[in-house]
Every structure is written in C-alpha cells, then in structure tokens.
C-alpha cells in the first residue's frame, strides 16, 4: 500500500479515535523498562511505572490520562499529580504555553504538594515542577525553567542512585541550553550523566530519547546514532520514539532511515489522535525524499498533509509535538517541495494560510519572497519581505526572541536576492553574508528538520551566479559538513568544481549525488539525470 493511501486511512481511524478514545493504548504495549519507585499503593505500582514510561517518550495526553487514573484509583498518591503536573509541561524544548496550560499545570502542582503523606524524595520532586509554574503570570519562563533545573540538580545530589532524577535533570540541564552556546555545555553535560546509565539499562526509553536530545546538533549527532537505532526498537508503541532517532538521520544525513522511521512514527500518530505529531513526522519524512530526489513520494506527502491538518485539534495536549508544531509542518512540506526542487515560480505562487503564530506565516513568505525574486517579479518578492519584516518585529514585541531571529534572517535572505535580482550586487552579497554569520551563530529548533533552504547554501548559489566558482565551491562545501548529503548543496558543489575547471572534485560531487540518490526517481531531477550521466 502507498503512503498517501494509508495515511487517508489513518486519518479517517484518527478521527474516529479522536471522539471515541477513552482508553490507552491496545495491547500488546511496547514502552520500555521504567520502575519509579513511590509511596502510593502497591496495586498502581506497574500503573505509575507505564505512566512514567510514557512521559519519557513524550506520550503527554495518554500519560495524563494514566496519572489521572491513577490518582483516582489510590486518592492519596500525591505523585499522581506530579505526573499531571509534568504532562501538562508537556514538551519541555517548546518556547511557549498557553496561560490556560500553565495554570492547569499549577494546579496539578498544589494539589500534589496538598495530597496524601509523600516521602522526602516525593517532595523534592514535587517541588521541582513546581517551579516550572510558580508565578508564571509575572515570571518569565526561562526563569522558571533554570529553577527548575537547580531544584532538579538538588535532587539528584540529594538521591544519586535514583534513575529516574538523574534522567530528569539530564533533561532538565539541556532544556536550559541556549541555541547560541557554541560550546554546547549543557548538552555535553546532560549526556555525561545519560551514557552510562544508558549502557547498564538500555531498554530505559528516557535515557535513549534524552540521549538524542543532547547530541541533536550538527557536531555532536554521530554520537547519538546508537542510541537512536535503539530508541525505536525499545519503545515502538510510542509515537514520538519512533520519530525521534530522525533527528540523529536528518543531522547525519542518513535520509532513507529516516524516510523509514517517520512512515512508522506519522502512522502510530494517526492511530493515537495525535496530529500534530503526525505532521511533524511528515515534515521531517518529506525533508528526507527530497534529499534523495524521491520528488513522487515527496509529493504525495504534500497533497495528504493538508487532509491531516483538518483533523488538528489546537487545543489538544497530545504528544511530543504541539499544536504549533502541526500548522508549522503543514506550511513547511509544501514549501520545501518547491525550493528544495529550485522550482522557484512555485514557490512564489504558495497560498497563504494565516495561523496564530508569526513564525509559521513567515515560512511561506520567505518561500514566497525568494522565489519572486529568483524569477523576475521583484514587486511581488519586496511585498513578502516587508510581510517578513512585519513578522519579525511582531515576535520581537512578543518577547519571542528565537524566532524573531530566525524570521529576520528570512527577511535578509529574502532581500539580498531582491537585491541580487535588480542588479545591486554587493549589496546583495552583504546582506546575504551577514544572514550567513547570524544563522551560524545560532541553530534550528527542533521543530524543523532544517532551514527551507541554508543561508550558506544560497551564498553558494549567489556566488556561483556572479561566476565565482571557487568562492562557490568554498560554502557548498562548508554546507555540507553542516548538514551532510543534501541534495542541491551537493549538485551545487559538482557544478562549482566544473565551472572552476576542477573535474577531479566535480566527478566527486556527481558520484556522491548519484549515491545520495540510489532510491531516486527514474527518470529523476535533470540535476539528478546529469549527476547519473557524468558519473557514468
């Protein structure tokens, strides 16, 4: 059965499931080995144990559920409601929550703190997520986030034998990194306490997803390969752990592993009601054809995303990925599938579909933007990159400091080819250079399998259109140690050395294209069909 089929089928099962979905998930479940230790009942011991489980995998609406449970099977179990307390946190990377989610959390944090008799190390936990909510009307988050970490770390010296604290404050300590923190700190320290708990217990879903988290950047990523081929075969029932080690596959480049386990991960999602994270899967799943000029494939995800989208529920807890994360794939899947192909009259001709959040609309205008400018209708580009400008300074007004960066970024792409196209060509290339420097400096969230098209990627390009081989082969390059095995940066980089004169590298290029690509369309993309003829 193709993809695009199944996926109608799953959607249509999803919105069954959506308003007839009361219980946890079919047997047989497979989540891990997790045993927390609390003072509730015995008779909810292997309930709170599967609770747990699924709030390491980042299950949050199935575990609050189970917390919920349990709570009302043993009254006095005030770790219940810490558990609530923690789904309602829900992803811990995410940059923002609604006051409605922040008070629910706050809620489930008092009473756990008013519940039952709980132990010393109970109430160490408890204190922690409560942090996360205390006075979060007037304290800002990332306040709130780095006592949590502190109240964390207390905990962890106060019980260094508890698994279970030392994968939370693993958790806790990369949460608190900073995208522009080069040095990745934090990640290196959070995976120091991961590893060798990873090594004595391996079936412990959290340690393995924790794992990804702290290597999930461009130098560090071939250090979670381990732990993401074993993520998905340790937790299969959990959707997010089937999407997971991608982030390890799309750092890496290995596009085909993570065409394979976003296929699972978006189905599994689908079954649970957890759209968002569907969609999330098939961004990242899309990402990966595209990569491997699989343009077929690429484009029967473009067409079934928006059928998966109508059946987003934005107030919905559901799993890893937000509601957020949902409308922001289904912006992205078609934009990618228009610039990743060069097809840039297509990319200025996306509709746009207003949401709630400025740095999901800016996708499509940066698309939009780029590729006016790229096919002569400079009005039309200056119109999307005013829009880009607009955005960003609405984010900034928000106090949404990321993604005002990352939309100006979009905007000074945006107008450096504006630039480029009327003719003013230092200008372009400054512009285009600085956006360069300011996304180095900085990095994609997790949100996104990666930028719609590098900054350094489209310098190349620039370059390349201005006759400047060298300089052009010099940031292909640099892209692909970046990000490895993409598509244009490697055709890009193939046609640099040949306009250079150096076919010795161009012949390099074109045969790691013609790898790259082994599961590529026949026929393929004309870069595709070059790339297979020049490499004979």
């Known amino acids: 059965m193709k993809l695009p089929t199944l996926l109608i089928i799953l959607s249509l099962a999803a919105s069954v499931a959506a308003q007839t979905h009361d219980h946890d998930h079919p047997e047989p479940e497979q989540l891990g080995r997790v045993h927390f230790e609390t003072s509730c009942a015995p008779d909810v011991s292997a309930a709170f144990d599967r609770a747990v489980a699924l709030l390491h995998s980042f299950s949050f609406s199935t575990a609050k559920r189970a917390f919920e449970g349990i709570a009302e099977e043993d009254p006095s179990c005030a770790m219940a409601h810490w558990g609530i307390a923690m789904t309602q946190w829900s992803n811990p990377f995410a940059l923002q929550r609604s006051a409605a989610t922040l008070a629910a959390g706050q809620a489930a944090a008092a009473r756990a703190m008013t519940t039952g008799t709980p132990t010393p190390r109970e109430r160490a936990y408890i204190a922690a997520v409560r942090e996360l909510y205390r006075d979060y ?48 700190a934090q990640q290196l320290k959070a995976a120091g306490l991961l590893e060798g708990l990873f090594a004595d217990d391996p079936e412990h879903p959290g340690l393995a997803h924790y794992i990804i988290h702290a290597y999930d950047h461009p130098p560090l990523a071939s250090r979670a390969l381990e732990a993401a081929r074993r993520y998905a075969t340790i937790a ?49 799943q899309v990402y990966a054809y595209l990569q491997t000029a699989q343009d077929d494939a690429a484009r029967g995800v473009v067409d079934e995303a928006p059928r998966v ?35 840039w009259k297509e990319a200025a001709d996306l509709e746009l579909h207003p949401t709630p959040f400025a740095y999901v609309d800016a996708i499509t205008h940066f698309a939009r ?3 006016a400018a790229r096919s002569g209708a ?77 900054a350094r990627e489209l310098l190349g390009e620039m370059l390349l259109a201005m006759n400047q081989p060298e300089a052009a082969l010099s940031e292909f390059e640099a892209t692909l140690k970046k990000e490895p095995n993409r598509f244009r940066a490697t055709h890009l980089a193939a046609q640099a050395a040949k306009q250079g004169g150096n076919l010795t590298v161009a012949r390099k290029h074109y045969a790691a294209l013609v790898a790259i690509c082994e599961a590529g369309d026949t026929p393929g993309r004309p870069e595709l069909e070059e790339a297979r003829e020049a490499a004979g």
Request: proline fraction near 6%; charged fraction near 20%; charge should be negative.
């Open 137 to 184: 009307e007037t304290v800002d988050q990332r306040t709130r986030v780095l006592a949590y970490e502190r109240a964390m770390e207390s905990l962890h010296e106060a019980y260094p034998d508890d698994r279970e604290a030392t994968a939370f404050y693993a958790l806790a300590i990369n949460q608190t990194a900073l995208p522009t923190d080069k040095t990745y």
């Open 236 to 284: 299969p029932s959990a959707p997010h752990a089937l999407h997971m080690p991608s982030h390890t596959f799309t750092r890496v480049g290995y596009w085909q592993d993570s065409i394979d386990t976003n296929i699972a991960s978006a189905a599994a999602a689908l079954r649970d009601g957890a759209v968002s994270e569907a969609l999330h899967a098939m961004d990242y």
């Open 309 to 343: 989208l109508a059946l987003l529920d934005p107030d919905a807890l559901g799993g890893a990925a937000p509601p957020v994360a949902g409308f922001y794939a289904a912006a992205a899947i078609p934009a990618r599938y228009a610039m990743e192909r060069g097809a």
């Open 369 to 371: 933007a780029v590729g």
């Open 378 to 454: 400079s009005g039309a580009a200056r119109a999307d990159s005013q829009a880009l400008k607009a955005l960003g300074e609405k984010l900034s007004a928000a106090g949404e400091t990321y993604w005002a960066e990352q939309v100006r970024i979009q905007h000074d792409v945006a107008a450096a080819w504006i630039a480029f196209a009327e003719g003013r060509l230092d200008a372009a290339l400054d512009q285009l250079r600085a956006a360069v420097a300011a996304e180095d400096a900085s990095d994609k969230s997790a949100i996104s399998p990666g930028p719609l098209a590098p």
